[in-house]
């Protein structure tokens, strides 16, 4: 039997409550949050400043989608930071860099709601907006990011976008809606989309030449927030892979579970089983009308 001697009983009871101790003290101090709006750029904020080079004052904000500064001086969102240049001005078209520490990408758009032309910050960022941002500034979204546009009915298709998406999810589960046939979608990933807004055919090649086709108005590079009805488009290199949006973030696709046959799945699905590059959404807009 292994004894203990009592000075070794003593400095095991002294480690003991050393170590709740010390447990104590780190379970009772949680990191303190930031304090919203308070024109101090802490940890977890995008912030904007009103001069270039991160100098003026600050407009700090949480990591929440904001379409909307507002103008009004009464209601607007304000710098905050007081003793500041630009302090108490309303932040919309008055900043000029910022310091994203949300820990994600935030992006920075021209117009309200998330519209027009916008600039990417990385999380860590701190920079300058871009001469077209600069004082040009009006509402800003977190990663995943929010799409500025719905499904558009302008292109002349059979069907409209609400008319497709019910299409679509018919098919779940299903190989051609008139043959039943595994070999009609098996690898016509573009096809099947045509079907879906009423045509026998897209008119293009491939999904890849789908998407160089396609006026880059209607083409919306790298934005996962795909509105229903929109297409979707990958890259592998090759013939490329499209699939159509039947909204919260789910797609319906032809070959991803069964060879030939339509069911439901992502745009991560795709990515990880398939190893595609996925290259943004588009607009439904077709070459066999254009």
Request: aromatic share 12%; proline share 2%.
């Given at each position: 039997?292994?004894t203990?001697?009592?000075?070794?009983?003593?400095?095991?009871?002294?480690?003991a409550?050393?170590?709740?101790?010390v447990?104590?003290?780190?379970?009772?101090?949680?990191?303190q949050a930031?304090?919203?709006?308070?024109?101090?750029?802490?940890?977890?904020?995008?912030?904007?400043?009103?001069n270039?080079?991160?100098?003026?004052?600050?407009?700090?904000?949480a990591?929440?989608?904001?379409?909307?500064?507002?103008?009004?001086p009464?209601?607007?969102?304000?710098?905050?930071?007081s003793?500041?240049n630009?302090?108490?001005?309303?932040?919309?078209?008055?900043?000029?860099?910022?310091?994203?520490?949300?820990?994600?990408?935030?992006?920075?758009?021209?117009?309200?709601?998330?519209?027009?032309?916008?600039?990417?910050?990385?999380?860590g960022?701190?920079?300058d907006?871009?001469?077209?941002l600069?004082?040009?500034?009006?509402?800003?979204?977190?990663?995943?990011?929010?799409?500025?546009?719905?499904?558009?009915?302008?292109?002349?298709?059979?069907?409209?976008c609400?008319a497709?998406?019910?299409?679509?999810?018919?098919?779940?589960g299903?190989?051609?809606?008139?043959?039943?046939?595994?070999?009609?979608?098996?690898?016509?990933?573009?096809r099947f989309?045509?079907?879906a807004?009423?045509?026998?055919?897209?008119?293009?090649?491939?999904?890849?030449?789908?998407?160089?086709?396609?006026p880059?108005?209607y083409r919306h590079?790298?934005?996962?927030?795909?509105?229903?009805g929109?297409?979707?488009?990958?890259?592998?290199?090759g013939?490329?892979?499209?699939?159509?949006s039947?909204?919260?973030?789910?797609f319906?696709?032809n070959?991803?579970?069964?060879?030939?046959?339509i069911?439901?799945?992502?745009?991560?699905?795709?990515?990880n089983?398939?190893?595609?590059n996925?290259?943004?959404?588009?607009?439904?807009y077709?070459?066999?009308?254009h």
């Amino acid at each position: 039997m292994t004894t203990t001697t009592r000075p070794a009983r003593a400095a095991g009871a002294v480690l003991a409550l050393l170590c709740s101790v010390v447990a104590t003290l780190l379970t009772a101090s949680p990191a303190q949050a930031a304090t919203a709006r308070n024109g101090v750029c802490e940890s977890g904020e995008f912030c904007f400043y009103y001069n270039s080079g991160n100098v003026g004052s600050i407009s700090d904000h949480a990591a929440t989608d904001l379409g909307d500064y507002g103008t009004d001086p009464a209601s607007c969102y304000t710098f905050r930071t007081s003793g500041r240049n630009g302090y108490g001005q309303c932040i919309k078209n008055n900043a000029a860099s910022v310091w994203n520490r949300t820990g994600k990408a935030v992006r920075v758009h021209y117009n309200s709601d998330f519209g027009g032309t916008y600039q990417q910050f990385a999380a860590g960022a701190e920079a300058d907006l871009n001469a077209t941002l600069k004082n040009n500034n009006a509402s800003h979204d977190v990663e995943a990011f929010v799409s500025a546009e719905s499904c558009k009915n302008s292109f002349g298709n059979p069907r409209s976008c609400s008319a497709a998406v019910t299409w679509a999810i018919g098919m779940d589960g299903k190989y051609d809606s008139a043959l039943n046939d595994a070999s009609t979608y098996s690898g016509l990933c573009d096809r099947f989309v045509a079907n879906a807004y009423g045509w026998s055919h897209s008119g293009s090649t491939t999904a890849y030449n789908h998407w160089t086709q396609i006026p880059s108005t209607y083409r919306h590079g790298g934005d996962r927030s795909v509105p229903a009805g929109g297409l979707a488009f990958f890259s592998n290199g090759g013939a490329g892979h499209v699939m159509i949006s039947i909204g919260g973030g789910y797609f319906m696709s032809n070959d991803i579970d069964v060879n030939g046959r339509i069911d439901k799945t992502t745009i991560a699905t795709i990515e990880n089983r398939w190893g595609q590059n996925y290259l943004g959404w588009a607009q439904p807009y077709f070459m066999a009308n254009h």
